[in-house]
T-cell receptor
């Protein structure tokens, strides 16, 4: 079974440029998460989707970040414009939930963003 | 704000010894607790979950939970160099409404 797939793995951009990250979750997983991880820190949730619906986006900086999960499968996270402080690893994770949140997440390899 | 606290380390343990990793959490209503392992440059992977007070054993790993003290620990017996990684404690907070909250992680080094 294929795991969570993310692309690109690495991205280097100039500040103020836009960037987008793509995630394909494990087949059948209805919940998708985007986390941000800074060096030496634990993952911090940006947004959580249950199927197509964003059920928790309270930590997403909505002035520059946006996300979508069309058709309840793949998801895209966009930053426009990027700032120096956005340099981090962006992790996508997925899980299956039949109602109660389980906490058992499967992570992709991450997308490492460097903003110059 | 719901918090999960871990000592960032590094924690250095000789090969073959027991590694003990600790975690405290602030949300007294939390019921579900997890340990994720993250190798350098890799993504986190779930290694243990625990839901009831007491111990839960899986191979060389034992998770311990004390809800009264709001304390979770992970013991690794017969530590191997391949256990060298960052161990992230994670807690379901807000009754699940807040999702999974991670600690900063403890960097474990197993010395051959």
């Amino acid at each position: 079974e294929a795991g969570v797939v993310q692309s690109p793995r690495y991205k280097i951009i100039e500040k103020k440029q836009p960037v987008a990250f793509w995630c394909n979750p494990i087949s059948g997983h209805n919940t998708l998460y985007w986390y941000l991880q800074n060096l030496g820190q634990g993952p911090e949730l940006l947004i959580r989707y249950e199927n197509e619906e964003a059920v928790d986006d309270s930590q997403l900086p909505k002035d520059r970040f946006s996300a979508e999960r069309l058709k309840g499968v793949d998801s895209t996270l966009k930053i426009q414009p990027a700032e120096l402080g956005d340099s981090a690893v962006y992790l996508c994770a997925s899980s299956y939930s039949s109602g109660e949140f389980t906490g058992e997440l499967f992570f992709g390899e991450g997308s490492r963003l460097t903003v110059l | 704000q719901k918090e999960v606290e871990q000592n960032s380390g590094p924690l250095s343990v000789p090969e073959g010894a027991i590694a003990s990793l600790n975690c405290t959490y602030s949300d007294r209503g939390s019921q579900s607790f997890f340990w994720y392992r993250q190798y350098s440059g890799k993504s986190p992977e779930l290694i243990m979950s625990i839901y009831s007070n007491g111990d839960k054993e899986d191979g060389r790993f034992t998770a311990q939970l004390n809800k009264a003290s709001q304390y979770v620990s992970l013991l690794i017996r017969d530590s191997q160099p391949s256990d060298s990684a960052t161990y992230l404690c994670a807690v379901i907070t807000g009754g699940g409404a807040d999702g999974l909250t991670f600690g900063k992680g403890t960097h474990l080094i197993i010395q051959p």
